[in-house]
């Protein structure tokens, strides 16, 4: 659904449309993008810019609903191997450390 569509009765915007909110409420200026991955692989990380909290996107063209290098085929699109959302998210998530306000530790 990475452009939107219908399905089941129901609209869904495309993965940019459901976003931007996001870039809006982190007062984000712009966008950059680059290639990641092979070449001619069809992965495109997008950065919004000049925000006050960071905001990416990576697309994977003809990707569907697939969780990027992985090795069991869930369906739905293209895997790729050379790129990893496992460690992409982890990346992501170890540098922007938020404050935790889970129960204290003993």
């Not at 993965?15 to 990641?36: D, L, N, Y």
């Not at 092979?38 to 003809?62: F, I, N, P």
């Not at 699109?77 to 530790?105: E, I, L, M």
Request: aromatic share 12%; glycine share 16%.
């Amino acid at each position: 659904m990475r452009k939107g569509g219908h399905r089941q009765g129901e609209d869904y915007p495309g993965v940019r449309q459901w976003i931007q909110p996001w870039a809006e409420a982190s007062g984000c200026a712009r966008t950059k993008e680059r290639q990641v991955g092979r070449k001619g692989e069809g992965v495109v990380r997008t950065q919004w810019t000049r925000c006050d909290a960071s905001v990416e996107l990576y697309t994977v063209a003809d990707g569907g609903h697939v969780w990027p290098g992985e090795v069991v085929y869930s369906g739905g699109g293209y895997v790729t191997k050379d790129f990893s959302a496992t460690n992409t998210v982890w990346d992501f998530f170890r540098s922007h450390p938020g404050a935790t306000q889970g129960p204290a530790q003993k």
